[in-house]
């Protein structure tokens, strides 16, 4: 009866704890690759941000910010695939 008890009733925190891992560990998965794909427009609007919080004029970092952007819609709007591979080997 004893050996029974003690089988029988089992805690399931270990599932939940890891359950709760796996999701921190897609989102920080998710946050890095987003930070990799918009990460230049990130770091010139932080720039331009503290500069202003400063008192400084940030033309320049907001220039930046912009361009960056720019340059990331041009990468999304670019079609990718095998068939484009031959075609960007000449650069």
Known sequence: MKLKQSF????????????YIVI???????????????????RS???????ELAGKKSD?????AGVAADATTAETTTKKGLSAYSNDASR
Do not use: D, P, W
């Open 8 to 19: 029988g009733m089992t805690k399931n925190s270990g599932q939940g704890m890891t359950e």
């Open 60 to 64: 320049g970092a907001i220039t930046q």
């Open 24 to 42: 921190v560990a897609l989102v920080a998965i998710a946050a890095i690759a987003v930070y990799q794909f918009f990460g230049q427009t990130i």
């Open 45 to 51: 609007q932080t720039s331009g941000i503290a500069l």
